[in-house]
């Protein structure tokens, strides 16, 4: 008994000793500063146990009491550390700097590299800075930091992208927007992608870089890669805000004292009114009685509310040795400034990776969004700022009055009622992407990816038979659309890499298939007996019953190789072919190859550079590349077919035809080749580093749709015409201000932009063809204006010149004081639309310049993030909304009378339309440039004495200021809407805060 008690108890002690754990307490620092790195990782060497440190560099490791333990320490941008530790020993860590981070890894086409060795023009982007900005999505809360990229938000509206360009504009027909691959697959949406699921964007910009995307690359290309799944203990990420938006400038019309008067020097200089006793013969009685009662509505106001925007998200990170997991949810929530104006956004995602043995692992990422949203029509603020303000919008009773005037303008107020106006839609994005990586032998990757993305959606539109559009026609009108859209790509990649003596050689091949397919139907009725059965039931519509329904099919075929080289780590070289073939071009047109060269020297690993203590980093790049423009649509190499409802001996009979644009079976890509120089550097120990590129990008073979002569039979044709060139500067400086010991610190990233754009040629030799709104003109951008040049207003004083300019110009009886005055280039008093008419302005900057900056002092950090957009012109809706004879309410302007006068606005004349008013277009031209804080945010992190007793890793709380300050010569409008009515930018204010468990 006493013997097998004694085992008893030799086997209990023993389970004590091998289960018991300790603690290892310890802090990672900066080796130049000493403050503490926070979110740094520390892994027990050999296990699965490991941490990540807190706010202050502080971490707490429970390990088994096996002795001492080898713990792994790592950063990115330190370099990696090995320590041993001893139980009840606390430790501390200083990590060192890579030389500028040159280390740290970029993603690029099919691959990544190290920074130190990268020969192409590639910004790289970590996930913290894109979180950053409270933003509804990634690329918006990234504008002006990334040097060479124009992001413009052009609405404020619930759900609103951004307009992305890289390295300005190069085709006129077809698209400008980038490439965005998206874990390695083709993914256009990237306002699908929750911000916080980001691991790293890079923006790879000249053609050494994006010529391995071949045919899809020309426009730069957009890499996002998300996070994953990471070993030791699991980390939980919980982070939400709330922000109330509102307009952020909205020009006001003319309240009712300002139209009474426009009206009555409208028909004074008619003769038609001398004084107020003259005001029942031009005043209707509706309006008689605004102006005896003092009405004075203003009808946008009525419209416009404050809007909000919150999202909650959550990301789990965990794994050990074999299988690593990342999962999230994100819920955004937008609403817009107009009523019934929303945005709703579910995102979920599942990345796994699974190491199956030492060499051979696969792996999942996936993503789910499904969004509902509504959205109000174009429209609605132009009625609003087009009604006359002597009108009252409510009936005595509350209602609302349909047409307040007896002039057929209607109330804008109409289609807030609920159900009246409807525009929703659902929409279910899947993005799946699988892989499988094996590692045969040493320096040897085969590589598979198989990506799918499926999207169905469908849009319900309604408006009721008292809405703004419906009141002039018969009854409602319902609507329903489905969309379905499959997209495949699969790609294989060998990668091997082999390093002899000083020579360093990677090899990269692979083929990819690419399959689009999209299919929709729609069907539609007017009449809907019951207004509330909206865009539902559309049997029950009596009248125009009618159904629709489209395919559109595509396929590319390609394979590409790369080969990176370095010699002794100094001289860098990469070449790059791709070769595609596409389904949508004729089959002599099919295949186009797409190469490139880039070359890099390292010359601070130079010997003569070993003294020197200045530079920690100098490099010269130079690449030169062609990639291309997929900008053909399906078929277009084709003539549609199209019906033609006609009649014959009175019987109706169907007929077909060709549409009215003919297909080209010559068709191909536009092509772009890009020549880069750029230098990176970094010197007084990495307190300053940066880079400098210049390029010159040119195109040719521009997709063009040019206009055929009527004798044709048909309207247009697509061409491959003209030329195009952009050439800039990029500059990207980040600065260590300020570091010090006691935990203030101050760094600032400073990006300049400066990109010449210019059409080279045109069709037929033509130097300029003007448009209604942008005009294609030799030597200018593509989006320029093309206009006479306004100096003012024709004085009395100039009467007689005025009157022999306008005789000349083919006016009868010349030009008369108080008409616009234009520029006569040529000095020959006349006006001509051949020789007078010049480039007035252009939507491209000259220049774009970031200023972001980052304080810390101890728990406290302040970001302010100032943009500033330079030389750009835009048309205001605001500035040409003048109305000569008041038949409409518009912008509340200095206009010309005989006893003011102004060089603003020409004289109000009751017999002369705005259409009809010479030289009309000149008032809308808006110097759009603009200063503006992006963002200014407060945050403060609680200490870790605080954080114990909640069980948490960090919290921390913050409040925003969001395009809150702006700084322009256009009063309160926000220039970078670019001049509309309709879709005016928001202000915010925003608190949040972010939790690790």
């Known amino acids: 008994m006493k013997r097998t008690m004694l085992i008893?108890?030799?086997?209990?002690?023993?389970?004590?000793?091998?289960?018991?754990?300790?603690?290892?307490?310890?802090?990672?620092?900066?080796?130049?500063?000493?403050?503490?790195?926070?979110?740094?990782?520390?892994?027990?060497?050999?296990?699965?146990?490991?941490?990540?440190?807190?706010?202050?560099?502080?971490?707490?490791?429970?390990?088994?009491?096996?002795?001492?333990?080898?713990?792994?320490?790592?950063?990115?941008g330190y370099k990696t550390e090995t320590v041993t530790a001893s139980p009840g020993t606390d430790i501390s860590i200083s990590l060192k700097k890579e030389a500028a981070t040159l280390e740290e890894v970029v993603v690029i086409g099919y691959g990544t590299v190290k920074k130190k060795d990268l020969t192409g023009a590639v910004i790289s982007v970590k996930g913290e800075e894109v979180s950053k900005v409270a933003a509804g999505n990634a690329m918006e809360a990234l504008q002006g930091k990334l040097p060479g990229v124009d992001i413009v938000r052009t609405s404020g509206s619930a759900g609103a992208?951004?307009?992305?360009?890289?390295?300005?504009?190069?085709?006129?027909?077809?698209?400008?927007?980038?490439?965005?691959?998206?874990?390695?697959?083709?993914?256009?949406?990237?306002?699908?992608?929750?911000?916080?699921?980001?691991?790293?964007?890079?923006?790879?910009?000249?053609?050494?870089?994006t010529a391995i995307y071949g045919s899809r690359g020309a426009?730069?290309?957009?890499l996002i890669t998300t996070k994953k799944g990471t070993s030791g203990k699991v980390k939980v990420y919980a982070n939400a805000y709330y922000g109330t938006s509102e307009v952020a400038g909205y020009p006001v019309p003319m309240d009712g004292a300002s139209f009474t008067n426009l009206k009555r020097q409208a028909y004074r200089t008619n003769g038609k009114w001398n004084s107020p006793a003259d005001d029942a013969s031009i005043f209707t009685s509706t309006e008689l009685a605004g102006i005896q009662n003092?009405?004075?509505?203003?009808?946008?106001?009525?419209?416009?509310?404050?809007?909000?925007?919150?999202?909650?998200?959550?990301?789990?990170?965990?794994?050990?040795?074999?299988?690593?997991?990342?999962?999230?949810?994100?819920?955004?929530?937008?609403?817009?400034?107009?009523?019934?104006?929303?945005?709703?956004?579910?995102?979920?995602?599942?990345?796994?990776?699974?190491?199956?043995?030492?060499?051979?692992?696969?792996?999942?990422?996936?993503?789910?969004?499904?969004?509902?949203?509504?959205?109000?029509?174009?429209?609605?603020?132009?009625?609003?700022?087009?009604?006359?303000?002597?009108?009252?919008?409510?009936?005595?009773?509350?209602?609302?009055?349909?047409?307040?005037?007896?002039?057929?303008?209607?109330?804008p107020l109409l289609d807030d009622v609920d159900g009246a106006?409807?525009?929703?839609?659902?929409?279910?994005?899947?993005?799946?992407?699988?892989?499988?990586?094996?590692?045969?032998?040493?320096?040897?990757?085969?590589r598979s990816n198989l990506g799918i993305v499926n999207s169905g959606g469908r849009n319900g539109f309604f408006e009721s038979a008292n809405t703004i559009d419906r009141l002039s026609s018969t009854g409602s009108i319902a609507k329903i659309t489905n969309g379905r859209n499959t997209n495949v790509t699969w790609e294989n990649i060998v990668t091997y890499q082999k390093s002899f003596g000083d020579h360093n050689l990677e090899l990269t091949a692979l083929t990819s298939y690419l399959s689009y397919q999209y299919d929709s139907s729609s069907a539609q009725g007017t009449g809907q007996l019951l207004p509330g059965q909206s865009f539902y039931a559309l049997q029950n519509n009596p009248s125009n019953l009618a159904i629709w329904s489209n395919y559109v099919g595509r396929n590319l075929l390609s394979g590409a190789f790369r080969i990176n080289y370095n010699y002794k780590g100094r001289y860098l070289l990469t070449l790059t072919g791709r070769e595609d073939g596409s389904s949508v071009l004729a089959s002599q047109n099919r295949w186009s190859f797409f190469p490139s060269v880039a070359a890099g020297w390292r010359i601070v690993d130079e010997n003569f550079m070993s003294r020197q203590k200045i530079f920690t980093d100098l490099k010269l790049r130079a690449s030169y590349g062609v990639a291309g423009n997929e900008a053909v649509k399906p078929y277009q190499t084709q003539s549609g077919l199209i019906l033609i409802p006609t009649s014959w001996n009175d019987k109706s009979v169907l007929a077909y035809g060709l549409s009215s644009q003919t297909g080209n079976s010559n068709l191909k890509w536009e092509l772009t080749g890009t020549m880069n120089i750029g230098l990176d550097f970094a010197i007084l120990k990495n307190r300053i580093s940066g880079s400098i590129d210049y390029y010159d990008s040119k195109t040719h073979d521009l997709l063009f749709l040019r206009t055929l002569p009527g004798t044709s039979g048909v309207t247009n044709t697509l061409q491959n015409i003209g030329k195009t060139r952009n050439t800039g500067i990029e500059i990207a400086l980040h600065t260590v201000n300020v570091k010090t010991n006691s935990g203030f610190s101050w760094e600032s990233a400073i990006n300049y932009t400066r990109n010449r754009e210019k059409i080279v040629d045109l069709v037929d030799g033509k130097?300029?063809?003007?448009?209604?709104?942008?005009?294609?003109?030799?030597?200018?951008?593509?989006?320029?204006?093309?206009?006479?040049?306004?100096?003012?207003?024709?004085?009395?004083?100039?009467?007689?010149?005025?009157?022999?300019?306008?005789?000349?110009?083919?006016?009868?009886?010349?030009?008369?004081?108080?008409?616009?005055?234009?520029?006569?280039?040529?000095?020959?008093?006349?006006?001509?639309?051949?020789?007078?008419?010049?480039?007035?302005?252009?939507?491209?900057?000259?220049?774009?310049?970031?200023?972001?900056?980052?304080?810390?002092?101890?728990?406290?950090?302040?970001?302010?993030?100032?943009?500033?957009?330079?030389?750009?012109?835009?048309?205001?809706?605001?500035?040409?909304?003048?109305?000569?004879?008041?038949?409409?309410?518009?912008?509340?302007?200095?206009?010309?009378?005989p006893e003011n006068a102004t060089n603003d606005y020409p004289r109000p004349n009751s017999s002369l339309s705005r259409a009809a008013l010479p030289f009309a277009t000149t008032l809308g031209y808006e110097d759009g440039s603009f200063v503006k804080i992006r963002?200014?945010?407060?945050?403060?992190?609680?200490?870790?004495?605080?954080?114990?007793?909640?069980?948490?890793?960090?919290?921390?709380?913050?409040?925003?200021?969001k395009n809150y300050i702006t700084f322009s010569k256009v009063k309160d409008y926000d220039p970078e809407g670019g001049g509309s009515f309709e879709r005016p930018l928001t202000k915010m204010i925003v608190a949040g805060l972010n939790i690790t468990f």
């Open 8 to 76: 008893l108890s030799l086997l209990l002690l023993s389970h004590v000793i091998f289960s018991q754990t300790f603690t290892l307490k310890g802090k990672v620092s900066d080796d130049s500063t000493s403050t503490g790195i926070a979110d740094a990782t520390v892994v027990a060497k050999g296990t699965s146990k490991g941490t990540k440190t807190n706010n202050d560099g502080s971490f707490v490791l429970q390990l088994p009491s096996q002795g001492k333990v080898t713990l792994v320490i790592s950063y990115v």
């Open 421 to 446: 106006y409807v525009n929703e839609t659902k929409t279910t994005r899947i993005l799946s992407t699988a892989y499988a990586e094996w590692k045969p032998v040493k320096g040897l990757t085969l």
């Open 219 to 222: 426009n730069g290309v957009i």
């Open 767 to 897: 130097s300029v063809i003007a448009g209604n709104t942008n005009s294609l003109i030799v030597g200018s951008p593509v989006n320029s204006f093309y206009d006479y040049e306004k100096i003012g207003i024709w004085q009395t004083k100039d009467a007689d010149l005025a009157k022999l300019v306008g005789i000349n110009s083919g006016i009868a009886a010349g030009y008369q004081p108080g008409d616009i005055r234009v520029k006569d280039q040529y000095n020959r008093n006349k006006i001509s639309a051949d020789s007078d008419r010049v480039v007035v302005g252009s939507a491209v900057p000259k220049y774009s310049i970031g200023f972001n900056n980052d304080f810390r002092y101890k728990n406290f950090d302040l970001n302010v993030y100032v943009y500033a957009r330079v030389g750009q012109t835009f048309v205001s809706d605001y500035a040409n909304k003048f109305e000569p004879n008041a038949i409409e309410n518009g912008a509340n302007v200095n206009f010309w009378t």
């Open 161 to 209: 992208t951004s307009n992305v360009t890289v390295r300005g504009n190069r085709s006129i027909n077809a698209g400008n927007g980038p490439l965005y691959i998206v874990d390695g697959i083709q993914y256009e949406n990237y306002q699908d992608i929750n911000a916080g699921d980001i691991q790293s964007m890079e923006v790879l910009k000249d053609a050494s870089s």
């Open 935 to 961: 963002n200014i945010t407060l945050g403060y992190t609680l200490p870790q004495s605080v954080l114990k007793s909640m069980h948490m890793t960090s919290l921390r709380i913050y409040a925003s200021a």
């Open 294 to 411: 003092g009405t004075s509505t203003y009808w946008p106001g009525l419209l416009l509310h404050k809007g909000s925007q919150q999202d909650y998200n959550v990301g789990v990170s965990a794994g050990g040795e074999k299988t690593k997991v990342y999962f999230s949810f994100d819920y955004l929530k937008e609403k817009g400034l107009l009523k019934n104006d929303y945005s709703d956004r579910f995102t979920f995602r599942l990345n796994i990776d699974q190491s199956i043995t030492n060499n051979f692992k696969v792996g999942l990422q996936s993503q789910l969004t499904y969004y509902k949203q509504n959205s109000r029509q174009d429209g609605v603020l132009t009625v609003a700022n087009k009604i006359k303000p002597l009108y009252v919008p409510y009936n005595t009773d509350g209602s609302i009055v349909v047409s307040p005037g007896s002039d057929n303008q209607f109330n």
